[in-house]
C-alpha cells in the first residue's frame, strides 16, 4: 500500500458546460469566466453602436436608431446584446442609460413590466430629478443669484428640492412647469402628471404601483389618470414614453431587447393594433435619440410587415465560428487555467474537425471542449495522455446531440404524414437487401413511384457517410426513380454535407423542433411534383384531392370516436373514481406538507425548481400507485400495479426520474443555503460552483433515459390509451423544458433577485 499513490486530483474545466451567457450586474469589468472573441457580427454591431454613441447632435437634432442581430439558436446573440450594453455603459456618462432585457414571456405586458423593473422606482425619480434640477436652475439664471448655486445644483451636490426649500422659492409654481415639460416630453399627460407626483413624498407608492400595471387609486384618479397600463398597446406606448423621458436632455438612452422571437413569432403573430403600436415604438425611440437593440431567431423579422421592417435601418446577422475563432476562442479560455493561452490538449486537426461538426455553433463548440476536455483530463489521471482526440469528439458530439429518440422521430414523421393525408408505408423494403428498406414510403395516388424517408442519427465521419450512401444507392437501384428524402436526427459534419449535397442534390434535413414540420412538408411536396403521372389531368388532380381530404377526414373521425368512447368510459367510472382521487389529493397533500421546504426562494427561482420537481412527480407517479394499490385496491389495480413493476424499462427510467429529482431537491438546498451568505464579496463564485456541480451530475442523468415513462399513460389515466396519443409529446416538451439549461435559468433568475 506504501507504494500506491493517489491520481491527482481532476483539472478545474475552463470551458464552461452551461454554454449560455451570463447575464449579471453589468459592471465595467467583464465577468472572468466570460471569453470574448471578436467576429465579423461583433465587429459591426459595434460599430453601429460607436455611430451612434460618438455622433454628436446639434440642439434640436437628435437621431436615434435601430439594429436587429438575428440567428439561430447558439449563435451567441446573447453575448452579443450583454457586450453591446456594456459597451454603452462604459461609454455613457449615466451608466444607467443601458439596459439589457429578455423577453421571456410571450407578451409586451410582461415585457413592459420588466422594463419598468429595471429602470426600477429611484432611478425614474432620478431622471425626473434631473428635469427639476433644469428649471429650479433656470430660475435661479433669472433671479440673478451667484453661480455658486448653481454649480452644487449642476453637480448635484444639492438635490433640487433642498435648493426650493433653501431658498424659500415657490415649489408649486417650479412643479407646475416640470409636469408642462415632462407633457410636452413624453407626449402624454397622463405620465406628464404621474412622474411629477414622483417628486412629491407620499405618493411614490400609488405612482409605481399604476406604472407597474396596476390599477390607479383615488389620488390619481382625482387627478384625471384613469387608465390602467394593462394591454399591449399602452405597454409599448409606456415603453416609448420612457425612451422620452431617458433619451432627453440631449441624453443616449441604449436598450437592448433579447429573445423577441417568443412574442413575434410565425406561430403567434401579434394583432394589427400591437403590430402598429410597435411600429410607433421604433419610431419614438428614433425621435427620443434612443437606440434598440432587437435581437432573435431569424423568424422574429420575418413575421414584421414591411412597414415595420423599414424602421430597422441596420441588421446583424450572426454566422458560425470560423476554424481560426474556435482555436483563439481555445486558448483564451485555457489562459486562466494555464496561466497563458495555449491550444493543448486540442490540436489543430481536432480543432478543424470540432468546428466542422458543431457547423460552427458557439454554444455547441462550447459544449463539446467542456465534455472532451474532461475525458483528456481524466485518461491522463488514469496514467493516459492529456490529448482530446477525433474520436472523442465523436463520442461527445453523439452524446450530446440528437434531440429525440429515433422512435420519437418517427412518430413525428407519421403523424405530419397522417395529417396532411399522405399514402405510406413504415419500414419498407424496396429492392431485395436489407439496405435498400425506407423508413417511410410516401406514394402519391396520381404519380409513378414514391418518395422514400430515410432516418439516420448524426453523420461525423466516413464511415457515417459510407453507410448512408450505401442505403441511398440501393433504394435509387431498387426504384431508380423514387425521390428521397434524408432526414438527420443530430448533426452533420461540414465535409460530410458536402458529399450528401452532390449525391442528393441537396443538403440532408437536419431535425430542429422549431422548423421541422414546415421543412419536412416542404420536401415531400416537392417530391411528389418531381414524379411522373398523370399530373396534367385536372380530373386526376382533383381525384387525388378528395381522396386526400377523405383520408383527413377519416384520421379525424377515428379521433372522435376514441374521445366518445374515452368519455363515456370517464363518466361510467366518474363515481368510483371520486373517492379514490379524494384519498390521493389528500395523501398527496400531506406528502408536500411533508416534503415542503423551510426556507422558501425568491419567487422565480423557487418556480423554476418546483417546476422540475413537479414535473418528474407528475411523469412517475410512483406515490400515487403505491398509495392506490394499499387501499382496499380491486384485484385490476393490483395487476395493473404488477404489469408496471414487470416491466424493466418503467422501473429502470422511474428510478432515473427519482435520482433526478433528488439532483433537482439538493441544488435547491444548496441555492437555499447560499441566499443566507449572498452578501459576502466570494459569493458570485460558490454561486458558479453549486450550476456547475449541478451540471457535472446532469450529465450523468440523460432526459432521453426517460423516454419509457413518456410511452406510458399517467398512472392515474391509466384506463384508456387515447390520454397517451393526445398527452405523450405534451409530457414530453414539460419535463424537456422544466430539466433543460436548468442552471444557467436558475443562475439568472438568481441574478434577478439579487
Same mark, same amino acid.
Given at each position: 500500500?506504501?507504494?500506491?499513490?493517489?491520481?491527482?486530483?481532476?483539472?478545474?474545466?475552463?470551458?464552461?458546460?452551461?454554454?449560455?451567457?451570463?447575464?449579471?450586474?453589468?459592471?465595467?469589468?467583464?465577468?472572468?469566466?466570460?471569453?470574448?472573441?471578436?467576429?465579423?457580427?461583433?465587429?459591426?454591431?459595434?460599430?453601429?453602436?460607436?455611430?451612434?454613441?460618438?455622433?454628436?447632435?446639434?440642439?434640436?437634432?437628435?437621431?436615434?436608431?435601430?439594429?436587429?442581430?438575428?440567428?439561430?439558436?447558439?449563435?451567441?446573440?446573447?453575448?452579443?446584446?450583454?457586450?453591446?450594453?456594456?459597451?454603452?455603459?462604459?461609454?455613457?456618462?449615466?451608466?444607467?442609460?443601458?439596459?439589457?432585457?429578455?423577453?421571456?414571456?410571450?407578451?409586451?405586458?410582461?415585457?413592459?413590466?420588466?422594463?419598468?423593473?429595471?429602470?426600477?422606482?429611484?432611478?425614474?425619480?432620478?431622471?425626473?430629478?434631473?428635469?427639476?434640477?433644469?428649471?429650479?436652475?433656470?430660475?435661479?439664471?433669472?433671479?440673478?443669484?451667484?453661480?455658486?448655486?448653481?454649480?452644487?445644483?449642476?453637480?448635484?451636490?444639492?438635490?433640487?428640492?433642498?435648493?426650493?426649500?433653501?431658498?424659500?422659492?415657490?415649489?408649486?409654481?417650479?412643479?407646475? @412647469?416640470?409636469?408642462?415639460?415632462?407633457?410636452?416630453?413624453?407626449?402624454?399627460?397622463?405620465?406628464?402628471?404621474?412622474?411629477?407626483?414622483?417628486?412629491?413624498?407620499?405618493?411614490?407608492?400609488?405612482? /409605481?404601483? /399604476?406604472?407597474?400595471?396596476?390599477?390607479?387609486?383615488?389620488?390619481?384618479?382625482?387627478?384625471?389618470?384613469?387608465?390602467?397600463?394593462?394591454?399591449?398597446?399602452?405597454?409599448?406606448?409606456?415603453?416609448?414614453?420612457?425612451?422620452?423621458?431617458?433619451?432627453?436632455?440631449?441624453?443616449?438612452?441604449?436598450?437592448?431587447?433579447?429573445?423577441?422571437?417568443?412574442?413575434?413569432?410565425?406561430?403567434?403573430?401579434?394583432?394589427?393594433?400591437?403590430?402598429?403600436?410597435?411600429?410607433?415604438?421604433?419610431?419614438?425611440?428614433?425621435?427620443?435619440?434612443?437606440?434598440?437593440?432587437?435581437?432573435?431567431?431569424?423568424?422574429?423579422?420575418?413575421?414584421?410587415?414591411?412597414?415595420?421592417?423599414?424602421?430597422?435601418?441596420?441588421?446583424?446577422?450572426?454566422?458560425?465560428?470560423?476554424?481560426?475563432?474556435?482555436?483563439?476562442?481555445?486558448?483564451?479560455?485555457?489562459?486562466?487555467?494555464?496561466?497563458?493561452?495555449?491550444?493543448?490538449?486540442?490540436?489543430?486537426?481536432?480543432?478543424?474537425?470540432?468546428?466542422?461538426?458543431?457547423?460552427?455553433?458557439?454554444?455547441?463548440?462550447?459544449?463539446?471542449?467542456?465534455?472532451?476536455?474532461?475525458?483528456?483530463?481524466?485518461?491522463?489521471?488514469?496514467?493516459?495522455?492529456?490529448?482530446?482526440? @477525433?474520436?472523442?469528439?465523436?463520442?461527445?458530439?453523439?452524446?450530446?446531440?440528437?434531440?429525440?429518440?429515433?422512435?420519437?422521430?418517427?412518430?413525428?414523421?407519421?403523424?405530419?404524414?397522417?395529417?396532411?393525408?399522405?399514402?405510406?408505408?413504415?419500414?419498407?423494403?424496396?429492392?431485395?437487401?436489407?439496405?435498400?428498406?425506407?423508413?417511410?414510403?410516401?406514394?402519391?395516388?396520381?404519380?409513378?413511384?414514391?418518395?422514400?424517408?430515410?432516418?439516420?442519427?448524426?453523420?461525423?465521419?466516413?464511415?457515417?457517410?459510407?453507410?448512408?450512401?450505401?442505403?441511398?444507392?440501393?433504394?435509387? @437501384?431498387?426504384?431508380?426513380?423514387?425521390?428521397?428524402?434524408?432526414?438527420?436526427?443530430?448533426?452533420?459534419?461540414?465535409?460530410?454535407?458536402?458529399?450528401?449535397? @452532390?449525391?442528393?442534390?441537396?443538403?440532408?434535413?437536419?431535425?430542429?423542433?422549431?422548423?421541422?414540420?414546415?421543412?419536412?412538408?416542404?420536401?415531400?411536396?416537392?417530391?411528389?411534383?418531381?414524379?411522373?403521372?398523370?399530373?396534367?389531368?385536372?380530373?386526376?388532380?382533383?381525384?387525388?384531392?378528395?381522396?386526400?381530404?377523405?383520408?383527413?377526414?377519416?384520421?379525424?373521425?377515428?379521433?372522435?370516436?376514441?374521445?366518445?368512447?374515452?368519455?363515456?368510459?370517464?363518466?361510467?367510472?366518474?363515481?368510483?373514481?371520486?373517492?379514490?382521487?379524494?384519498?390521493?389529493?389528500?395523501?398527496?397533500?400531506?406528502?408536500?406538507?411533508?416534503?415542503?421546504?423551510?426556507?422558501?426562494?425568491?419567487?422565480?427561482?423557487?418556480?423554476?425548481?418546483?417546476?422540475?420537481?413537479?414535473?418528474?412527480?407528475?411523469?412517475?407517479?410512483?406515490?400515487?400507485?403505491?398509495?392506490?394499490?394499499?387501499?382496499?385496491?380491486?384485484?385490476?389495480?393490483?395487476?395493473?400495479?404488477?404489469?408496471?413493476?414487470?416491466?424493466?424499462?418503467?422501473?429502470?427510467?422511474?428510478?432515473?426520474?427519482?435520482?433526478?429529482?433528488?439532483?433537482?431537491?439538493?441544488?435547491?438546498?444548496?441555492?437555499?443555503?447560499?441566499?443566507?451568505?449572498?452578501?459576502?464579496?466570494?459569493?458570485?463564485?460558490?454561486?458558479?460552483?453549486?450550476?456547475?456541480?449541478?451540471?457535472?451530475?446532469?450529465?450523468?442523468?440523460?432526459?432521453?433515459?426517460?423516454?419509457?415513462?413518456?410511452?406510458?399513460?399517467?398512472?392515474?389515466?391509466?384506463?384508456?390509451?387515447?390520454?397517451?396519443?393526445?398527452?405523450?409529446?405534451?409530457?414530453?416538451?414539460?419535463?424537456?423544458?422544466?430539466?433543460?439549461?436548468?442552471?444557467?435559468?436558475?443562475?439568472?433568475?438568481?441574478?434577478?433577485?439579487?
Amino acid at each position: 500500500m506504501s507504494g500506491s499513490s493517489e491520481p491527482p486530483p481532476p483539472r478545474k474545466n475552463p470551458f464552461s458546460p452551461m454554454a449560455v451567457a451570463r447575464i449579471t450586474d453589468f459592471g465595467a469589468t467583464p465577468d472572468a469566466v466570460d471569453v470574448a472573441i471578436t467576429t465579423d457580427a461583433t465587429r459591426q454591431a459595434l460599430a453601429h453602436l460607436d455611430a451612434y454613441l460618438d455622433e454628436r447632435p446639434s440642439r434640436g437634432d437628435r437621431t436615434g436608431t435601430v439594429v436587429a442581430v438575428l440567428g439561430d439558436y447558439g449563435t451567441g446573440k446573447t453575448h452579443l446584446a450583454v457586450l453591446l450594453v456594456r459597451h454603452a455603459r462604459q461609454v455613457l456618462a449615466d451608466p444607467t442609460h443601458a439596459l439589457y432585457l429578455d423577453a421571456t414571456a410571450d407578451s409586451f405586458i410582461e415585457l413592459y413590466r420588466r422594463f419598468m423593473r429595471k429602470l426600477g422606482r429611484e432611478g425614474v425619480r432620478a431622471q425626473v430629478s434631473e428635469y427639476y434640477a433644469d428649471i429650479v436652475a433656470d430660475s435661479l439664471q433669472s433671479s440673478g443669484l451667484t453661480s455658486d448655486m448653481l454649480d452644487w445644483l449642476g453637480s448635484r451636490k444639492l438635490e433640487p428640492q433642498e435648493v426650493v426649500e433653501r431658498l424659500g422659492l415657490m415649489e408649486s409654481a417650479l412643479l407646475r @412647469e416640470v409636469q408642462d415639460t415632462l407633457r410636452e416630453v413624453t407626449n402624454n399627460k397622463d405620465f406628464g402628471t404621474a412622474l411629477t407626483l414622483l417628486l412629491r413624498p407620499g405618493f411614490e407608492h400609488s405612482v /409605481w404601483s /399604476w406604472l407597474l400595471g396596476g390599477a390607479p387609486d383615488q389620488v390619481l384618479v382625482e387627478r384625471g389618470i384613469t387608465t390602467p397600463i394593462d394591454d399591449e398597446v399602452a405597454a409599448l406606448e409606456a415603453m416609448g414614453v420612457f425612451a422620452l423621458l431617458f433619451g432627453g436632455r440631449q441624453r443616449r438612452f441604449v436598450l437592448a431587447v433579447d429573445e423577441l422571437d417568443k412574442i413575434f413569432s410565425a406561430d403567434s403573430r401579434p394583432q394589427k393594433r400591437t403590430m402598429a403600436a410597435f411600429q410607433t415604438l421604433l419610431q419614438v425611440f428614433a425621435k427620443a435619440g434612443a437606440c434598440l437593440v432587437l435581437c432573435g431567431l431569424p423568424d422574429f423579422k420575418s413575421v414584421l410587415p414591411p412597414a415595420v421592417r423599414q424602421r430597422i435601418p441596420y441588421t446583424v446577422v450572426m454566422s458560425g465560428l470560423s476554424q481560426a475563432e474556435v482555436r483563439e476562442f481555445v486558448e483564451l479560455a485555457q489562459e486562466p487555467l494555464f496561466g497563458r493561452g495555449r491550444l493543448a490538449p486540442f490540436t489543430v486537426p481536432v480543432i478543424r474537425y470540432l468546428r466542422d461538426i458543431a457547423r460552427g455553433n458557439a454554444r455547441n463548440v462550447i459544449r463539446l471542449c467542456h465534455r472532451v476536455f474532461r475525458v483528456a483530463d481524466d485518461a491522463e489521471r488514469a496514467g493516459g495522455e492529456f490529448l482530446v482526440t @477525433e474520436d472523442a469528439v465523436r463520442q461527445a458530439a453523439r452524446e450530446l446531440f440528437g434531440s429525440l429518440s429515433a422512435d420519437d422521430v418517427e412518430g413525428v414523421v407519421r403523424r405530419l404524414l397522417d395529417a396532411d393525408g399522405y399514402d405510406h408505408l413504415h419500414r419498407h423494403l424496396l429492392g431485395v437487401g436489407g439496405e435498400s428498406m425506407a423508413d417511410f414510403w410516401v406514394t402519391f395516388p396520381d404519380r409513378t413511384g414514391g418518395c422514400a424517408v430515410l432516418l439516420t442519427r448524426s453523420l461525423l465521419d466516413n464511415a457515417d457517410l459510407d453507410a448512408v450512401m450505401r442505403r441511398v444507392t440501393a433504394v435509387r @437501384e431498387a426504384d431508380p426513380g423514387a425521390e428521397q428524402v434524408l432526414l438527420v436526427n443530430g448533426v452533420v459534419a461540414d465535409g460530410v454535407a458536402i458529399q450528401l449535397r @452532390e449525391l442528393l442534390g441537396r443538403e440532408p434535413l437536419v431535425y430542429v423542433e422549431r422548423t421541422f414540420p414546415e421543412d419536412f412538408r416542404a420536401l415531400i411536396g416537392a417530391a411528389g411534383k418531381r414524379l411522373g403521372g398523370g399530373g396534367d389531368d385536372p380530373l386526376t388532380a382533383l381525384r387525388v384531392q378528395v381522396e386526400r381530404l377523405a383520408r383527413q377526414q377519416s384520421s379525424v373521425y377515428g379521433f372522435v370516436e376514441r374521445l366518445a368512447e374515452h368519455v363515456d368510459g370517464v363518466r361510467t367510472s366518474a363515481d368510483r373514481q371520486l373517492g379514490a382521487i379524494q384519498r390521493q389529493l389528500g395523501a398527496l397533500a400531506g406528502d408536500a406538507a411533508l416534503r415542503a421546504p423551510a426556507d422558501r426562494l425568491p419567487g422565480e427561482v423557487e418556480q423554476l425548481f418546483r417546476d422540475a420537481v413537479d414535473a418528474l412527480d407528475d411523469l412517475t407517479q410512483v406515490d400515487a400507485m403505491f398509495g392506490e394499490a394499499f387501499e382496499h385496491a380491486p384485484t385490476a389495480t393490483q395487476e395493473a400495479v404488477h404489469r408496471r413493476l414487470r416491466m424493466p424499462e418503467f422501473t429502470r427510467a422511474a428510478a432515473q426520474a427519482l435520482m433526478m429529482q433528488r439532483a433537482v431537491q439538493a441544488f435547491r438546498a444548496a441555492v437555499s443555503q447560499w441566499y443566507r451568505s449572498a452578501g459576502d464579496p466570494d459569493a458570485e463564485d460558490r454561486l458558479e460552483a453549486l450550476c456547475v456541480i449541478y451540471d457535472d451530475i446532469a450529465e450523468f442523468l440523460p432526459l432521453f433515459t426517460l423516454e419509457p415513462l413518456f410511452s406510458l399513460p399517467p398512472w392515474s389515466a391509466r384506463a384508456g390509451n387515447l390520454v397517451t396519443g393526445v398527452n405523450q409529446g405534451a409530457r414530453r416538451t414539460r419535463v424537456h423544458h422544466a430539466l433543460r439549461n436548468l442552471s444557467p435559468r436558475v443562475r439568472r433568475a438568481v441574478d434577478r433577485s439579487t
